[in-house]
């Protein structure tokens, strides 16, 4: 059993930057990867970036790319999302997930993680 759990999450005007927090505690997993999804206000939950639990590959959608940086500590218990030049559309509940493996087959896709952290809610305005 992993738990996850968010923090950071906002109100902030558009332009604004931002660090989530995933805090982890690992259970019997020897080695976790995390990623970041979102789900804004009416829509379908979606994608963010994803970060290998070896050798630190991370991974990013196409709209938050040279804008969000996901990194984690040595401890690898502790993942982060940092957030510049946050936009409107950015607005949206951002979990963590993580996945006992070094990385998911597919680390854009929501199944293939196995925990989920509540959530933290962001807002951006104009």
């Known amino acids: 059993q992993v738990n996850l759990v968010e923090s950071g999450g906002r109100s902030v005007q558009a332009g604004d930057s931002l660090r989530l927090s995933c805090a982890a505690s690992i259970g019997t997993c020897h080695v976790l990867s995390v990623g970041w999804f979102r789900q804004p206000p009416g829509k379908e939950r979606e994608f963010v970036a994803a970060?290998?639990?070896?050798?630190?590959?991370?991974f990013y959608a196409d709209s938050v790319k040279g804008r969000f940086v996901v990194f984690r500590e040595n401890d690898k218990t502790m993942a982060y999302l940092q957030m510049t030049n946050l936009q409107v559309v950015d607005t949206a509940d951002y979990s963590c997930?993580?996945?006992?493996?070094?990385?998911?087959?597919?680390?854009?896709?929501?199944?293939?993680?196995?925990?989920w952290g509540q959530g933290t809610p962001v807002t951006v305005s104009s």
């Open positions: 970060i290998s639990g070896v050798g630190c590959r991370s």
């Open positions: 997930a993580a996945h006992c493996r070094a990385l998911p087959l597919r680390p854009d896709e929501a199944s293939e993680y196995d925990f």
